[in-house]
């Protein structure tokens, strides 16, 4: 048994300090789905027609998810201790920006004030998210 151990014991050990270069995380992807999320919003208030609304809501709310996807990466997998410490503000920033797109925001509203809601708090954790990187 213990030669079975051995033969497959690891012969090399690697670490890192995230689960990929840091240079993947960017909150341009949150954004972008973001204003795609708003665009299709403004072009439902335009469109009477009930298949294309069906439509809309269906993409508006898949894009949603997407958004709240890129922003719990950022949030679980970018930002360390050391960031919260000092922006103390991201934690409640980021639960409010991942609400802002789920159903009580443009998960759930067709209403393209939503949208520009979602881009701003977006934005609040962009400026942040830049910040971090000059340091």
Known sequence: MRLVSRILRPRVEAT?????????YDPAQARIEAESVKAVQEKYQANEDP????????????RSELVKHHLWVLWTDYFKPPHFEKYPQLHDLFNRATKAAGAS???????????QQLLD??????KIFWETKQG
Do not use: N, Y
């Open 105 to 115: 925001g443009t998960k759930g509203s067709m209403d393209p004030a939503t949208g």
């Open 16 to 24: 890192a300090h995230c689960d990929l270069p840091c240079g993947v």
């Open 51 to 62: 298949e294309f609304r069906e439509r809309a809501v269906l993409i508006k709310e898949q």
């Open 121 to 126: 708090l977006i934005a609040e954790i962009d």
